[in-house]
């Protein structure tokens, strides 16, 4: 799943995931990971990625203290069916009890994804401001979305 979803250009430029991953790589991504990282699955099957990163970039926005900035990607054949938000209430309710220092989770999206926007918002986050994400050799603009994790 890593290495199929590493090939799309649209999902790595909106998300962490690096480029062109093979096998050894994504193992090798995979130890690298959080321990605030699940595979999302749909009918048994993976098709996606959440994760509670330990890093907070939110630009010159804020972030309430115990954030985590959330990152959130589902294989482009997958998208659409609300499969992002489903996980994402089992995962609140999971990091409830495991997790009880986190206590707000952050999403920062390019103004030009929509649809993302319309999911966090949808899942009870609220637009805490805009802000450029990048640097001088390139960058655009982002949302920033907070909400509390309880």
């Keep these: 799943m890593l290495v199929e979803a590493s ?59 115990g954030s985590r900035e959330t990152e959130t990607w589902i294989l482009e054949s997958f998208r659409g069916r609300g499969i992002a938000s489903q996980a994402w209430r089992h995962i609140f309710n999971e990091i409830a009890t495991t997790h009880p220092d986190i206590t707000h989770a952050v999403g920062v999206v390019w103004v030009e994804n929509t649809a993302s926007s319309r999911r966090l918002l949808k899942d009870g986050y609220t637009l805490a401001g805009k802000t450029w994400w990048g640097d001088q050799r390139g960058g655009g603009w982002c949302y920033v979305f907070a909400r509390p994790t309880r």
């Design 7 to 65: 090939r799309d250009s649209a999902l790595t430029h909106n998300t962490y995931l690096p480029e062109h991953l093979t096998p050894t790589k994504a193992r090798h991504w995979v130890s690298q990971q959080p321990d605030t990282t699940w595979v999302i699955y749909y009918n048994g099957e993976p098709v996606g990625l959440a994760q509670m990163s330990t890093n907070v970039d939110t630009g010159e926005i804020p972030a309430p203290a």
